[in-house]
């Protein structure tokens, strides 16, 4: 069963700063430029603690813990710590794939950290070991949840948050770079809190995104197991949305092939002349389209630079080749491109995956054109969203996507509250331990 609760948050003052000068887009969607641009609004800008850089070999995550300390504690700093528990509801306004202006609601609270399994929290994609370190002694460093992550859920808890927001102005409303408008309301309703617990105590929560931060978040809470009269430490932060909010909608991720050598380029165009229909289309087409019942998307390579859709012609080399998994799994277009092509004719191993060899991954239709045209990759193959459903269909097979298989948007934006994971007075220091998942 899920267990949710209100936080009680460390946020930014926005009598002492603005909130759109301080909150930044997630940890891994930004570059070096991004970070510059993002500490030119204001040096109290969160990625300085959720993307630390510290100078000479001093070491970031303790920096990002002295940061986070000095802009509390300070009676003028930014951060301030609320005295008491609050779940904040959640809108953004944005533009789907096709155009629409549409809304997203949900709200900030604190979930229980469980294994994963049936009735509890189920993952989609599988994760990879580099970034589970990087949060996990970012996580020891500032005993903090810096950033959201992204789950779902069944039943309509906006239906209970709304009617707590009549007449409020929202804490705050952020428009980002791609255009999205934030905005957040707390609510310090415990009727309310009571209600979202009793609608979500049989749920089974889905995430969407932050993989790496659930899993991050369940290796720190054993770590500290008992050393803390609090069981803060056992909840991480998560903006929870339904699966029936009609604003939820999910974009695909194209994959960009790098450093194909002769060999490889021969093997590549023989497989997709055997396996697949190939046809020629105009550029704004490549993308298939979602009604196809079929293994469908869209290739192009810089050499050529034709763009073609490509259909399955025969499922029988997809169920050999993942039979052992669901019938969910192997009607998945991420999975059968991973299994017919990149472990194919490009022969890569799920390690290689996992380390991005080879391949790197886009969601702008527009940019991965762009790489091709300007030879930064050798090809690529353009995705259709996964369906939402079919999401959920392969969790409760109990299998999991490969990376990158979903790009729910918009993106949650980092800064609106940060969750303490023990008091701050509480004297407590984390020893690292070993962890197969660190």
């Given amino acids: 069963m899920a267990d949710v609760r209100p936080i009680r948050a460390l946020r930014y003052d926005p009598e002492r700063v603005e909130m759109a000068d301080v909150t930044a887009p997630p940890y891994d969607v930004i570059d070096a430029a991004g970070r510059e641009r993002l500490v030119a609004r204001s040096s109290h800008n969160v990625v300085e603690l959720d993307l630390p850089r510290a100078e000479g070999d001093a070491d970031p995550y303790e920096h990002a813990a002295d940061l986070l300390e000095a802009w509390r504690d300070d009676e003028d700093g930014p951060l301030v710590q609320d005295g008491h528990r609050t779940v904040w509801a959640l809108e953004q306004d944005y533009t ?19 294994n994963y399994g049936p009735g509890l929290v189920r993952p989609h994609e599988r994760t990879q070991p580099g970034p589970k370190e990087d949060r996990l002694r970012l996580t020891r460093a500032t005993r903090h949840n810096l950033s959201p992550i992204f789950v779902l859920h069944s039943g309509d808890a906006w239906s209970r948050l709304s009617p707590a927001l009549d007449g409020q102005d929202p804490f705050c409303e952020v428009t980002d770079a791609g255009g999205t408008v934030h905005r957040a309301w707390p609510v310090d309703d415990a009727d309310v809190h009571e209600e979202l617990a009793e609608l979500l105590e049989g749920s089974e929560l889905l995430i969407a995104d ?7 978040a369940r290796t720190y809470a054993e770590e500290v197991g008992d050393a803390t009269p609090t069981d803060d430490h056992r909840y991480t932060l998560a903006c929870l ?30 497989a997709l002349l055997d396996l697949f229909d190939v046809e020629e289309v105009e550029e704004a087409d490549l993308v298939p389209d979602r009604g196809y019942a079929t293994i469908a998307f869209g290739y192009m390579d810089s050499h050529h630079l034709k763009p073609y859709r490509l259909r399955l012609k025969n499922p029988a080399p997809l169920d050999e080749a993942l039979a ?61 969203p996964t369906p939402v459903e079919q999401v959920r269909a392969v969790a409760d097979a109990g299998e999991t996507m490969p990376p990158k298989s979903t790009f729910f948007f918009p993106k949650l934006l980092t800064g609106i509250v940060l969750n303490p994971l023990f008091p701050a007075d509480a004297g407590l220091s984390v020893t690292p331990q070993e962890d197969e998942e660190s």
């Fill in 324 to 384: 052992h998994n669901s019938d969910a799994y192997r009607r998945l277009d991420a999975a059968a491109l991973e299994a017919l092509i990149l472990k194919g004719p490009i022969a890569m191993t799920n390690d290689d995956i996992a380390a991005k060899r080879g391949i790197s991954y886009c969601s702008d239709f527009g940019e991965t054109v762009r790489r091709l045209r300007d030879g930064e990759a050798d090809a690529a193959f353009f995705l259709r």
């Fill in 210 to 216: 932050g993989h790496h931060r659930y899993e991050t």
């Fill in 241 to 270: 949305v339904s699966l029936d909010d009609p604003g939820l909608s999910v974009f695909a991720t194209n994959r960009l092939l790098h450093d194909l050598g002769p060999a490889q380029r021969e093997s590549l165009r023989d």
């Fill in 96 to 114: 789907d794939p096709e155009g629409n202006a549409r809304t997203r609601r949900g709200f900030l609270a604190r979930i229980r950290v469980t």
